[in-house]
Structures are given as structure tokens and as C-alpha cells.
């Protein structure tokens, strides 16, 4: 009688306990069998094995999905008067607005610096190729300036003067000694010998080889000769250029100009000088006959 209304007891009481009370299951056991002072052995057997089924009821219900239990009608009141007395405040839910995203500007990016164009190497230089002649020459030169060459000695401008005025001396002798050398003799043989030079002159160009000095083929100068006259052109090209006309042309150039002046110059015009010309042509003759014995 006494196992059976323990475990009447513990089927009513395994609904309402959680599925994890398994140490308060025991416990409500033990205390139950004390208090009822079920002390002997058939007993305690029943009691054994009733708590061995209980102990297996529990592991089914454990292992199975926990079936929610009903409130009470009691419960339901209660929880409406709850309700009643406090309104439940409903928390109005705020949407997220959406926070506008800030484009960021984009980085423009910084000139890059050029790098600085790598200078060309240098080309290696040729070497001069230096013939044995210059090689020779340098030599030469070094071996000029290590010798040192002394100071020539260079005599007082008083005995620099001294010789001049000795020289001038001797060539105004000189000059006295052949004036009077040509005096000796006559203006014909001077005339002739003047020819006679001026045709060796001629020979010695042609190459004919034969021993003179040259002294001996210079001409005399002899002032007792006649001047030939100086015909009507040249009388005119010669009051051209003391003019002025031609400065700074030279002297090939100004003769082309005179001579197509003259050119373009009338009879008339030409008259003037020709008549100088014929008058000098006759005191030409008459000096010519007094001077060298003939016309």
C-alpha cells in the first residue's frame, strides 16, 4: 500500500516538475519513505523498485521533446489583471535612416618628376698619331729650352749711333765717287751703256748663262740725260689722278676709269693735250741734238 501511493504520488508530481530536478526527485523520495516510517524490507523492495521505474519514466521523459503545459484558468486571471493594471508600453521602433555617404574627392595625383636624362658618357679621344719628324721637332725644342741660350749683348745706342753716322758717311762717298765715275764720261756713252745693260738684262731672262754681277747690270743714273716728252694721254691721266677723284681706288681700277674717260673725251677736249704733247716732242729734239751730238 505504501509503494503504491508513492508512486501515485510521483506520477503527479513528475508533470509538473522540470526535466532537470533529478536530485530534487531523489530527495522528495527518500523524505516521503522516512516520514511514512517505512522501515521494512518488502517494503523497501517496493520502494526500490518503484523508484527504478520512476528513475526510467524520467529518462524516457527526458529524452523526448518537453510537452508545454496548460495554464490554469486561476493562472489566466491573474495574468489579466497584470495586464489590466499595467499597459505594456510599446518602444516605437526607428527605422535606420540611411546616413548619405560623403564621396570622398578623388586624390589627384602629383606629377611625377622626371628623372634628369642620364648624360651621355664621354667618347674616348683618339689618340694622335705623331710622325717621327714632330716627335723629332719637339725633342729638338725641349732640348733648346734646357741649354738656356744667353743674352746677346746689345751695344749703347751711342755706338749703334756712331756706326750709323759712319755709314751714312761711306755711302755719301760712295754715291760722290760713282756721281763723278759717270761725269767722266759723256751723256752718249752713258746713253749707250744704259742699252747695253738693259739687253743683257733680256738675255740673262731667256737663260743664258754667263758671269756679270748684278751691279754691273743696274742702270745709271745720270742727270744730264733727256727726258722723253709725256704724251697727250698721259698728261691727262696724270691731272686725273692729282685731283682727288680716285682716293681709296686702286690703281688698276682707277686706270680703267681714266682710260674710258679719255675714251669718251671729243677731239676738241683731246686737242689740249696733244698740243703739250707736240710742243714737249720739239724741245725734245732740239735738247737731244745738244746734248748727244744727234737727233
Given amino acids: 500500500m505504501l509503494a503504491r501511493g508513492v508512486l501515485c504520488r510521483l506520477a503527479a508530481d513528475v508533470p509538473k516538475t522540470s526535466t532537470h530536478d533529478l536530485p530534487r526527485l531523489s530527495h522528495l523520495l527518500q523524505t516521503t519513505l522516512r516520514s511514512r516510517n517505512a522501515l521494512s524490507i518488502p517494503a523497501a523492495r517496493a520502494l526500490s523498485r518503484a523508484y527504478k521505474a520512476a528513475l526510467s519514466e524520467y529518462r524516457r521523459t527526458y529524452a523526448t521533446t518537453a510537452r508545454a503545459t496548460k495554464p490554469t484558468t486561476r493562472v489566466k486571471k491573474d495574468v489579466r489583471k497584470a495586464a489590466a493594471k499595467k499597459p505594456v508600453k510599446r518602444t516605437a521602433i526607428k527605422k535606420l535612416e540611411k546616413?548619405?555617404?560623403?564621396?570622398?574627392?578623388?586624390?589627384?595625383?602629383?606629377?611625377?618628376?622626371?628623372?634628369?636624362?642620364?648624360?651621355?658618357?664621354?667618347?674616348?679621344?683618339?689618340?694622335?698619331?705623331?710622325?717621327?719628324?714632330?716627335?723629332?721637332?719637339?725633342?729638338?725644342?725641349?732640348?733648346?729650352?734646357?741649354?738656356?741660350?744667353?743674352?746677346?749683348?746689345?751695344?749703347?745706342?751711342?755706338?749703334?749711333?756712331?756706326?750709323?753716322?759712319l755709314a751714312n758717311e761711306k755711302t755719301a762717298v760712295k754715291e760722290a765717287e760713282l756721281r763723278a765715275w759717270i761725269h767722266g764720261h759723256t751723256p752718249e756713252q752713258i746713253r749707250l751703256a744704259n742699252i747695253a745693260r738693259l739687253n743683257l738684262k733680256r738675255r740673262i731672262a731667256t737663260g743664258e748663262k754667263f758671269q756679270i754681277a748684278s751691279k754691273d747690270l743696274r742702270r745709271l743714273q745720270d742727270d744730264r740725260q733727256v727726258k722723253r716728252p709725256v704724251t697727250g694721254y698721259l698728261r691727262f691721266s696724270v691731272e686725273r689722278r692729282s685731283s682727288g677723284d680716285f682716293k681709296n681706288i686702286t690703281n688698276a681700277e682707277s686706270f680703267k676709269l681714266i682710260a674710258n674717260e679719255w675714251k669718251v673725251l671729243s677731239a676738241s677736249e683731246k686737242k689740249k693735250y696733244d698740243d703739250e704733247f707736240e710742243a714737249a716732242k720739239a724741245g725734245y729734239t732740239r735738247e737731244k741734238q745738244s746734248t748727244y751730238g744727234h737727233a
Fill in 99 to 165: 546616413k548619405p555617404v560623403k564621396k570622398t574627392a578623388a586624390k589627384k595625383a602629383k606629377p611625377r618628376k622626371k628623372k634628369a636624362a642620364a648624360k651621355p658618357k664621354p667618347k674616348p679621344k683618339k689618340k694622335k698619331v705623331v710622325s717621327p719628324e714632330a716627335k723629332n721637332k719637339a725633342t729638338i725644342k725641349e732640348l733648346k729650352e734646357t741649354a738656356l741660350k744667353a743674352p746677346v749683348a746689345v751695344p749703347a745706342s751711342s755706338a749703334w749711333n756712331h756706326y750709323n753716322h
